[in-house]
């Protein structure tokens, strides 16, 4: 019988704890990583001391290192005394992360830890949420807009909906693919309230991806298994998902608002672009910046610098008459960025890098695959979706969770790589 080194176990025991502490805080609230990642990497550094980790760098890693290493330079040749540290600190994580992970424990993820500690950490942002909405409606009357958007979640909705229906497909997976979490009531619960809270934060993105992964899984399953019985109960219960979601006025609204003004801007750009009296919604500010961003990245694709982006986007704004969003605080930084993370990155770094990200990103989703780790697919593909309305990677949530996630999972395929091999 093989002996199990006990210095291995207590490691393997200390390495899920605080891997779960980070994995909870990025759940809950991302700008608090530093408290969970800083015992994880004394952890490591122990074990790695203790020779229980190994040095085993994953190429696909790297991808993440390579556009810090491009934002570094970027911020270096256009050197702002104050725009510059801050671009370097805030995406410090695609530097940490892949060098993090390339150090390979002599003991195996325990993947359903890391689905469920993140899932706990989305259900405690989830819980802070309700408890805002409920504080915001103590002095007024109850009325349900106090319990959408941005009043019923404590990050930004759009971040905290594409991190719900990260923790949402990790369950569901971890059940029906991975074999690691046993099959419950609380498994329904948990899913059923995590849709209802996708819903209440009214983010399109996310309600619109959902709505896609019905309609592929009811096409996989005619297609491909033959099982039309299922199909039709994944059909039946989309339906009732949508009867119920189109019941909400703010979604359907919401909805109606966003087809309307992406006809509108398709079909006659030119009288759109001059009516300023149509910046009443977000997704007409939304439809502006595409606009100025697509414009200056013509002018420039070479890029214009992280630190001039903002500047650019101004100058840009200001030239088509929209000088209310034009403005810019005392940092030099601009209200409102594209709105969409390709635009962001060609206009800061140039067409080729942000070509190179969208390469990097289809290669993490072919990965994913082809390692039978189809959560990590999942991630990215929800991160290449959400990157064509947020610049998702310019806030700390995006930069860190998605990151982060990745990077673990890319470590873990490898792990079952080795295992299988």
Same mark, same amino acid.
């Given at each position: 019988m093989m002996q199990t080194n006990p210095s291995i176990s207590k490691i393997s025991i200390f390495y899920h704890y605080s891997l779960a502490v980070c994995l909870f805080i990025i759940g809950a609230y991302s700008p608090w990583i530093l408290y969970g990642l800083l015992p994880f990497l004394l952890i490591v550094a122990y074990g790695l001391y203790r020779g229980d980790f190994t040095f085993s760098p994953q190429p696909y890693l790297y991808g993440w290192l &390579? *556009?810090?290493?491009?934002? =570094?330079?970027?911020?270096?040749?256009?050197?702002?005394?104050?725009?510059?540290?801050?671009?370097?600190?805030?995406?410090?994580?695609?530097?940490?992360?892949?060098?993090?992970?390339?150090?390979?424990?002599?003991?195996?993820?325990?993947?359903?830890?890391?689905?469920?500690?993140?899932?706990?950490?989305i259900l405690a942002a989830s819980f802070a949420g309700i408890i805002k909405s409920f504080l915001l409606a103590l002095n007024e009357p109850v009325h349900l807009s106090q319990f959408l958007t941005s009043n019923i979640c404590i990050n930004h909705p759009s971040y905290y909906a594409a991190f719900a229906t990260i923790a949402l497909f990790g369950l569901l997976l971890g059940v029906k693919y991975y074999y690691c979490i046993p099959e419950n009531i609380m498994v329904y619960a948990y899913s059923g309230f995590i849709l209802i809270m996708i819903l209440l934060?009214?983010?399109?993105?996310? &309600?619109?991806?959902?709505?896609?992964?019905?309609? +592929? *899984?009811?096409?996989?399953?005619?297609? =491909?298994?033959?099982?039309?019985?299922? =199909?039709?109960?994944?059909?039946?219960?989309?339906?009732?998902? +949508?009867?119920?979601?189109?019941?909400?006025?703010?979604?359907?609204?919401?909805?109606?608002?966003?087809?309307?003004?992406?006809?509108?801007?398709?079909?006659?750009?030119? #009288?759109?672009?001059?009516?300023?009296?149509?910046?009443?919604?977000?997704?007409?500010?939304?439809? &502006?910046?595409? +606009?100025?961003?697509?414009? $200056?990245?013509?002018?420039?694709?070479?890029?214009?610098? +992280?630190?001039?982006?903002?500047?650019?986007?101004? #100058?840009?704004?200001?030239?088509?008459?929209?000088?209310?969003?034009?403005?810019?605080?005392?940092?030099? $930084?601009?209200?409102?960025?594209?709105?969409?993370?390709?635009?962001?990155?060609? *206009? $800061?770094?140039?067409?080729?890098p942000m070509l190179c990200m969208m390469i990097y990103f289809l290669l993490l989703i072919y990965h994913g695959i082809k390692s039978n780790n189809i959560w990590l697919s999942v991630i990215v593909l929800i991160l290449t979706y959400n990157c064509l309305f947020e610049s998702i990677l310019q806030r700390q949530s995006g930069i860190v969770g998605f990151a982060f996630l990745t990077c673990l999972l890319l470590l873990y395929s490898k792990q079952q790589n080795a295992v299988s091999g």
């Open positions: &390579i *556009l810090y290493v491009c934002y =570094a330079i970027s911020a270096c040749v256009y050197w702002d005394p104050i725009l510059s540290p801050r671009r370097l600190e805030y995406k410090l994580s695609f530097l940490i992360f892949p060098l993090l992970f390339s150090f390979k424990p002599n003991f195996k993820i325990k993947l359903n830890l890391v689905i469920i500690s993140f899932g706990i950490g934060s009214i983010s399109l993105a996310a &309600i619109s991806f959902l709505i896609i992964s019905c309609l +592929t *899984l009811v096409l996989y399953l005619v297609i =491909a298994k033959r099982k039309i019985r299922l =199909a039709f109960i994944a059909v039946f219960i989309f339906s009732l998902l +949508t009867l119920v979601a189109l019941q909400n006025r703010f979604i359907r609204d919401d909805f109606t608002s966003s087809f309307n003004s992406l006809t509108s801007f398709l079909f006659n750009h030119k #009288e759109y672009s001059s009516d300023k009296d149509k910046i009443n919604h977000g997704d007409e500010v939304r439809l &502006i910046m595409w +606009t100025v961003t697509v414009q $200056e990245l013509i002018k420039h694709p070479m890029g214009v610098g +992280t630190t001039r982006s903002d500047a650019t986007l101004s #100058e840009g704004l200001n030239s088509l008459g929209y000088g209310d969003l034009a403005i810019k605080d005392i940092n030099g $930084e601009i209200k409102y960025n594209p709105h969409n993370q390709y635009l962001q990155t060609g *206009l $800061e770094l140039g067409i080729i």
